[in-house]
Each structure stands twice: as structure tokens, then as C-alpha cells.
């Protein structure tokens, strides 16, 4: 399983490193040969390259590279992962700025501001958590007034200074 997943990885290394170099066309084949896999040709973040390798190409006329495809490759990426804020922003974009269609596009914007305040809402909360576990309440509760800066009126970032400030208290007695 560990040399899949490297060989996976070096794939991609070669594909963003063609795509890096401009070699959009040599990028896409190598991608198409990597979707041709079962396991991996339904992969959302594969979808999500190939489509943004299709968009950069000048000319979109080569076969089944169009910018139909490419739209299909980030609804697709959506279905398959409702959770990832990078698909939600890279059709927001494609809906934007390929297709001009703004009304369509603002859901898929305002989806993934969702999902990104969430994912920092949690990892924030983690980080003081961890933080209290490390080096205590006094630590804890600093970085946690950023976190309340950011969300007011989460309730976890309240019951957290409740606990940390008790647990403050407990020291000095």
C-alpha cells in the first residue's frame, strides 16, 4: 500500500511539475493515464486538477479536453466530496470567470466560506486544546481569546475559557 501511495504521489509531483513548466497537453495525458485507474478515476481531487489543466490550456479543441469536460470534472468533484471547500471554490471560479454566471457562481463561494469557517472554527479550537495539554491553562487561554476574536458566540470557545479559568483558579489554591 505505501509504495501505491508514493508511486501516486510522484505521479502527481510530475504532472503539477509539467504543468508548472507549461506543458499543459503533456500534464493532461499523464493525468488521463492516472483517471484511467478504477480507484482512482472517480478521485476529487484529481477531477478538480484535471479540470483546472483543461481551463489553462489555450486551445480547448484537443478531443474530450473541453471546457464542458472541465465543468463536469468540478461538479463531479463536488458531488463526490460535499466537504471540500476547494472544489466548491474552484467551480465558483470556473462558473465566474469561464461562463460568466455570477447567480450560479455566489452559492458555491458562500458554500465554502461555510465549510472553511468550520474547518478553522475546529482546528483553532484543536491548536488551544492542545496547547492546554502542552503548557497549561494560562497559554490555553490566550491563544483562545484569538479564537473567540474570530467566533464570538461559539459556546465551545465559552464552556473552553469557563474550564481554563477554573482550572486556574485550582492552581493557586
Not at 499523464?30 to 480507484?39: I, R, V, Y
Not at 472553511?116 to 488551544?128: E, I, P, W
Request: net charge positive; hydrophobic share 40%.
Amino acid at each position: 500500500m505505501k509504495d501505491l501511495i508514493t508511486s501516486f504521489q510522484k505521479t502527481v509531483e510530475v504532472i503539477k511539475n509539467k504543468r508548472q513548466r507549461g506543458k499543459l497537453s503533456d500534464a493532461l495525458k499523464k493525468l488521463d493515464s492516472l483517471l484511467k485507474h478504477e480507484s482512482l478515476k472517480w478521485n476529487p481531487y484529481l477531477l478538480v486538477l484535471h479540470s483546472e489543466l483543461i481551463q489553462r490550456r489555450e486551445k480547448t479543441n484537443g478531443g474530450h479536453w473541453t471546457l464542458e469536460s472541465a465543468e463536469l470534472d468540478l461538479h463531479n468533484a463536488v458531488v463526490l466530496d460535499p466537504s471540500s471547500a476547494d472544489a466548491k471554490i474552484e467551480l465558483g471560479w470556473f462558473l465566474q470567470n469561464v461562463l460568466d454566471k455570477p447567480k450560479r457562481a455566489l452559492p458555491c463561494f458562500e458554500q465554502a466560506i461555510a465549510l472553511c469557517r468550520d474547518q478553522l472554527h475546529s482546528a483553532m479550537l484543536g491548536n488551544v486544546e492542545c496547547l492546554y495539554d502542552l503548557k497549561g491553562p494560562r497559554t490555553a487561554l490566550v491563544e483562545l481569546e484569538k479564537v473567540e476574536k474570530v467566533f464570538p458566540a461559539s459556546r465551545r470557545v465559552a464552556q473552553l475559557k469557563s474550564d481554563y479559568l477554573n482550572a486556574m483558579r485550582n492552581l493557586r489554591e
